[in-house]
């Protein structure tokens, strides 16, 4: 089977998990949204829960490629964590509670969370520093430390709005903590481009 036909099922299976959540979509749903075999989807993956993964790799990649953009596009690190943040909001609408609260149930290779997250938090740690360098961000700031606290905060808001707080905006909650955590860290100078970027762009943090 192509690699065209995989991409495919990956896309329209992404989309049918992140809006209806994975338990509520069976592959003969996929299947029959592509206009396709069932045994099509399983030639190309072993079960639901290698399909899902690979969901998982695609939004993730999709989601470097937009922050790559971003990096190329901006001149400094807060222009970049602001557009990261808007990034965020923007992927994070598109995706129902009800995944996040399936992607509990779903195995996952050794080490997978683990490295990805440790990946995220030594590039945060870099740009940190690079803040610091170059007068955006606070000289006492420890770059290590603040990368642990973003990484972490946002991955026990998501739990805690999964296992506590269902009814909570998700969306919301994590890009408020990423703009008070940002200004938090910031000179003047790193705070006045804060302030020019938010009258420019929409960030949602309240609503």
């Given at each position: 089977m192509?690699?065209?036909?995989k991409?495919?099922i990956?896309?329209?299976a992404?989309n049918?998990?992140c809006i209806?959540?994975?338990k509520?979509?069976?592959m003969?749903?996929?299947?029959?949204r592509?206009s396709?075999?069932?045994?099509?989807?399983y030639e190309?993956?072993?079960d639901?829960?290698?399909l899902?993964?690979?969901?998982?790799?695609?939004?993730?990649?999709?989601f470097?490629n937009?922050?790559?953009q971003?990096?190329?596009?901006?001149?400094?690190?807060?222009e970049?964590?602001m557009?990261?943040?808007l990034?965020i909001?923007?992927?994070?609408k598109?995706?129902?509670?009800?995944?996040?609260?399936?992607?509990?149930?779903?195995?996952?290779?050794?080490?997978?969370?683990n490295?990805?997250?440790?990946?995220k938090r030594i590039?945060?740690?870099m740009a940190?520093?690079r803040?610091?360098?170059?007068?955006?961000?606070?000289e006492?700031?420890?770059a290590?430390v603040v990368?642990?606290a973003f990484?972490?905060g946002?991955?026990?808001?998501?739990?805690?709005?999964?296992?506590?707080?269902p009814?909570?905006?998700i969306?919301?909650?994590?890009?408020?903590?990423?703009?008070?955590?940002?200004?938090?860290i910031?000179?003047?100078?790193?705070?006045?481009i804060?302030?020019k970027?938010?009258k420019?762009i929409?960030?949602?943090?309240?609503?």
């Amino acid at each position: 089977m192509s690699e065209d036909t995989k991409e495919r099922i990956i896309i329209e299976a992404q989309n049918l998990f992140c809006i209806n959540g994975i338990k509520r979509i069976t592959m003969d749903e996929i299947a029959e949204r592509m206009s396709i075999s069932k045994r099509t989807i399983y030639e190309n993956f072993k079960d639901k829960n290698e399909l899902v993964l690979e969901c998982l790799r695609h939004l993730q990649k999709q989601f470097e490629n937009e922050e790559k953009q971003i990096e190329a596009n901006y001149n400094n690190v807060v222009e970049i964590m602001m557009y990261h943040t808007l990034l965020i909001q923007n992927s994070l609408k598109n995706i129902s509670l009800q995944f996040w609260e399936d992607l509990k149930n779903i195995k996952f290779p050794e080490d997978y969370h683990n490295k990805k997250s440790e990946e995220k938090r030594i590039k945060l740690e870099m740009a940190i520093q690079r803040g610091i360098r170059e007068g955006y961000y606070r000289e006492s700031v420890n770059a290590e430390v603040v990368s642990i606290a973003f990484c972490n905060g946002i991955r026990n808001l998501v739990k805690d709005c999964i296992e506590t707080n269902p009814k909570l905006n998700i969306n919301n909650i994590v890009t408020m903590f990423i703009s008070i955590l940002l200004r938090g860290i910031c000179t003047n100078k790193g705070l006045e481009i804060c302030d020019k970027l938010e009258k420019r762009i929409t960030f949602n943090f309240m609503q």
